[in-house]
């Protein structure tokens, strides 16, 4: 069963930065796109950024965090980044990584809070 596992969140202030790890136990990792979404308190989850699957790496980011935040995948290792910079209050979620569109079993997250 592919895993997806999750790291790389905390607590920080607002206009601080964080890095987020995915790491994949997809053998065929490298195949598909993947993309990180989030989900806050009371609310859906939703898409944050994506990168496609091959050598360059096209790289999408919603409206929220364009300018923000930055996708990257390292294929050798499967695994995605997200590093996440001038963090807001509002970007506080449970962050997760997963293929796009997601095909694989959730993962357990991983927790960022931004303080005022």
């Known amino acids: 069963q592919v895993q997806l596992v999750e790291s790389g969140g905390g607590l920080v202030q607002a206009g601080g930065s964080l890095r987020l790890s995915c790491a994949a136990s997809d053998r065929a990792f490298s195949s598909y796109d993947m993309g990180w979404f989030r989900q806050a308190p009371g609310k859906e989850r939703e898409f944050v950024a994506a990168?496609?699957?091959?050598?360059?790496?096209?790289?999408t980011y919603s409206d929220s965090v364009k300018g923000r935040f930055i996708i990257s995948r390292d294929n050798a290792k499967n695994m995605v980044y997200l590093q996440m910079n001038s963090l807001k209050p509002e970007d506080t979620a449970v962050y997760y990584c997963?293929?796009?569109?997601?095909?694989?079993?959730w993962g357990q997250g991983t927790q960022v809070t931004v303080s005022l």
């Open positions: 997963n293929t796009r569109p997601p095909l694989r079993i």
């Open positions: 990168v496609t699957w091959g050598v360059v790496g096209i790289t």
